[in-house]
């Protein structure tokens, strides 16, 4: 079994040449939070120019979920 990346929250296939990529809170490609390619192949390219992201909505997401881990009582 493939190893999971930790910056992909998600992948969903639409269908045939249909892939679409939501990055977790934290990350970025060139700007976005998610991205579409057309082949598995070009996903894992495209994953190269992820990087870390520093903006606002990551950081509330990021504060989000610690928060709903403490109350959880998982952290």
């Given at each position: 079994m493939?190893?999971?990346?930790?910056?992909?929250?998600a992948?969903?296939?639409?269908?045939?040449?249909e892939?679409?990529v939501?990055?977790r809170?934290?990350?970025?490609?060139?700007?976005?939070?998610?991205?579409?390619?057309?082949?598995?192949?070009?996903?894992r390219e495209?994953?190269?120019?992820v990087?870390?992201?520093?903006?606002?909505?990551?950081?509330?997401?990021?504060?989000s979920?610690?928060?709903?881990d403490i109350?959880?009582?998982?952290?």
């Open positions: 493939a190893k999971q990346d930790i910056r992909i929250d992948i969903l296939n639409e269908g045939p040449g892939w679409f939501y990055l809170p934290g990350w970025q490609m060139d700007g976005a939070h998610c991205f579409g390619e057309d082949t598995r192949a070009a996903v495209t994953m190269k120019r990087t870390a992201c520093d903006c606002t909505d990551c950081h509330a997401q990021m504060i979920e610690s928060v709903g109350l959880a009582g998982r952290a």
